[in-house]
């Protein structure tokens, strides 16, 4: 803080959505800004229960936060009216002018396109609404009626803030190596979803940045087509525990043990400061609910000081369970 980017590693599904909302909580984050689309789900536990949000910014369980939606963004207006009713944000979520909507004839193209076949798209229709942005022709926000009482100057605001002092959080979606220009081509999403990127469809300049915190899952997965190095069967990731269905499609996510080169790799990219890693009570099950990094084995320990060594970021933050507070704080 105050202005932080939240950029996911691998291939998305990394722990953002409970890495924010630990730091709306604790960190008292007075303004959360989500990026990207509909396709990608952000999952929050409290309490026991279970959000998986498309739309609504991952900040939304601190009451005080508010919640923005970037210009760069691309709007599904069905999904944002549910959500924003099911997390009770009326008065507090904004939608930029400018953001692109995205309709249900893009989710039809995305799944009869010929281009597109093979690529293992979620069927949103990300790839298709971002043709037409491109093209030009696309409706945006302010031309939705339902999404008038929403329309908020996202970028101004957002700089305003930082300007004020107030913690802001940048709500990266998706993972880095499904980036437009940098992931494993063609198998990648519709938008280059690296940090720089984040700051772009937020509408805030790099120098305002002060952390890029990249999220690391312990062990890697991906759902879709492409390149997965070091996969493992799915028996083989029942049998390790990670195992994963996809909290938005619901389909099988594949895996493969965790990677240190291109950790260090996306570290650099990314320009990260801080390091998330979750999941590690996946990987060492002992270490499952611990909230202080000396209580960890041994071995994990051993593995967290690895990553920082390789990729020369410090881990501040560990996830020892699926509750947004069941993480090791070591700022
Ligand atoms: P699209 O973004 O729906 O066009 O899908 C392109 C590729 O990105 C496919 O392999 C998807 O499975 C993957 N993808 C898109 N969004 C997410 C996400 O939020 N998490 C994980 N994978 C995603
Ligand atoms: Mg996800």
Redesign the pocket.
């Known amino acids: 803080m105050p202005c932080t980017v939240i950029v996911g590693a691998f291939?998305?599904?990394e722990g953002k959505g409970k890495i924010i909302s630990y730091l709306a909580l604790k960190d008292k984050v007075d303004c959360c800004v989500r990026t990207g689309?509909v396709?990608?789900?952000h999952t929050v536990w409290m309490k026991g229960k279970r959000y998986a949000l498309h739309m609504v910014p991952a900040g939304f369980l601190n009451q005080k936060c508010r919640l923005l939606i970037g210009a760069g963004a691309n709007v599904h207006v069905g999904k944002f009216l549910e959500e924003v009713e099911l997390t009770k944000v009326h008065n507090r979520i904004g939608v930029d002018y400018q953001a692109s909507i995205i309709e249900e004839k893009h989710a039809i193209q995305?799944k009869t396109s010929a281009h597109?076949k093979g690529?293992?798209?979620?069927?949103?229709g990300?790839?298709p609404a971002l043709e037409e942005r491109v093209r030009r022709t696309a409706k945006l926000a302010r031309d939705i009626p339902e999404l008038q009482p929403y329309l908020a100057d996202v970028s101004t605001e957002v700089n305003e803030g930082i300007d004020a002092g107030k913690n802001v959080l940048l709500e990266g979606?998706?993972?880095f190596m499904?980036s437009l220009f940098y992931g494993t081509y063609p198998?990648?999403?519709?938008r280059d979803t690296s940090a720089a990127a984040i700051c772009s469809e937020a509408g805030v300049g790099p120098t305002r940045v002060d952390d890029v915190l990249i999220v690391y899952k312990s062990f890697i997965t991906?759902?879709?087509?492409?390149p997965l190095p070091g996969e493992i069967s799915k028996e083989e990731a029942i049998k390790r525990g990670w195992f994963e269905t996809?909290a938005?499609?619901g389909?099988d996510r594949r895996s493969a043990p965790f990677d240190f080169e291109l950790a260090r790799k996306v570290a650099k990219i990314n320009g990260a400061t801080q390091a998330a890693v979750t999941k590690l009570d996946s990987l060492f099950p002992k270490c499952q609910g611990v909230r202080e990094f000396n209580a960890l084995p041994l071995e994990a320990k051993q593995f967290i000081k690895e990553i920082e060594k390789t990729t020369g970021v410090p881990v501040v933050l560990i996830g020892t369970g699926p509750d947004a507070l069941d993480i090791i704080d070591r700022r």
């Open positions: 291939w998305g599904d689309s396709n990608a789900a995305d597109l690529i293992g798209t979620t069927g949103w990300v790839g979606t998706q993972g499904l198998y990648v999403t519709g991906r759902v879709g087509a492409g996809a938005g499609t389909r």
